[in-house]
């Protein structure tokens, strides 16, 4: 199961892990939404711009825990 109101210690939120700075460039809406998050993570696919998701990913992974 998942929790869609989940923010992890980098500070990343939301089912899809959007960092802020993303989210705030590329997105609409709540980012602890579903819909919003899901909805942003299709249009960045759609777009061609998942870079930019992978590199709010690569933040988390590399993210000193």
């Keep these: 199961s998942y929790r869609e109101n989940v923010v992890n210690k980098s500070g990343a939120t939301g089912v899809y892990q959007f960092m802020p700075y993303t989210w705030e460039h590329y997105c609409t809406g709540d980012p602890l939404s ?3 998050n899901i909805n ?3 249009k960045l696919l759609a777009d061609g711009q998942e870079a930019h998701w ?3 990913w690569l933040c ?3 993210y000193d825990r």
Excluded: E
Aim: glycine share 0%; charged share 25%; hydrophobic share 15%.
């Design 54 to 56: 992978y590199s709010s």
């Design 40 to 42: 942003c993570a299709t």
């Design 60 to 62: 988390w992974k590399n």
């Design 34 to 36: 579903k819909h919003d």
